[in-house]
């Protein structure tokens, strides 16, 4: 799996009102690391299925901002005692680099490839442990991160030729929420698996050693997506 890392002084990048966005193409198998921040905090999703796609996608399989809980999720807890965050699946300490937490879907029929997106919190004090993306109880990427600095300071990816993933940081790192003396850094992931099977799970776990006063992360804004490829 080719990994890559946007930077800002990279083609592709364009800045609006001093906010930076990147564009990047997803080969087969790539892992893409952008950096976009934002001064806005995250929003919130409704919970359930939809039945109507943004442009460009076929189908919108499910929505879900965890205002209602964790429910379906194995291991699912959910946190909304801090004012910035809101309602999340979270918080999730460490899990021994096991699944902390997971669901399966059932997709429909007819489509060519399955889209998980995700808000990723990094929070408070980690000092370069591993958040963890299962799918169907295999783990197939990692990220670390440090307090100290933004963005990801290691990734790596298991190869697998049908799996895109991009990570994308929404803000900045700074103490925004739960332990004030550390800084939390927020991140939009993207998952694309072709050609999936009727029934897909993913999962998250972490190599944190710490208790969640102390270091955590959460998982926010949720979505599952189904859509076609263009044909030739």
């Not at 909304?80 to 309602?87: A, E, V």
């Not at 096991?98 to 000092?127: C, K, N």
Request: aromatic content about 12%; overall charge negative.
């Amino acid at each position: 799996m080719l990994i890559k890392r946007f930077l800002s002084n990279e083609s592709g990048a364009s800045s609006i009102d001093g906010t930076t966005f990147f564009m990047g193409l997803m080969g087969t198998g790539a892992l893409v690391v952008a950096t976009a921040f934002s001064s806005q905090g995250s929003g919130s999703i409704d919970t359930g299925p939809a039945a109507s796609a943004p442009a460009g996608l076929s189908q919108v399989v499910w929505l879900e901002g965890f205002d209602d809980g964790g429910r379906g999720w194995d291991g699912g807890t959910t946190d909304r005692s801090d004012p910035y965050y809101g309602s999340v699946l979270g918080r999730f300490g460490g899990s021994a680099g096991q699944q902390a937490v997971r669901r399966s879907f059932l997709l429909p029929t007819g489509y060519d490839y399955a889209e998980f997106q995700f808000d990723l919190h990094s929070i408070d004090s980690w000092e370069s442990e591993s958040f963890l993306i299962f799918l169907d109880d295999v783990p197939v990427a990692s990220f670390h991160f440090d307090e100290g600095t933004n963005g990801p300071v290691r990734e790596s990816a298991n190869g697998d030729p049908s799996i895109d993933l991009s990570i994308e940081a929404v803000s900045r790192r700074s103490p925004i929420g739960f332990h004030p003396d550390y800084s939390d850094q927020t991140f939009r992931v993207t998952l694309r698996v072709t050609n999936p099977a009727p029934r897909i799970a993913i999962g998250f776990g972490s190599t944190l050693d710490e208790g969640v006063e102390n270091e955590s992360w959460a998982i926010d804004d949720f979505e599952l997506l189904t859509g076609s490829l263009p044909r030739a």
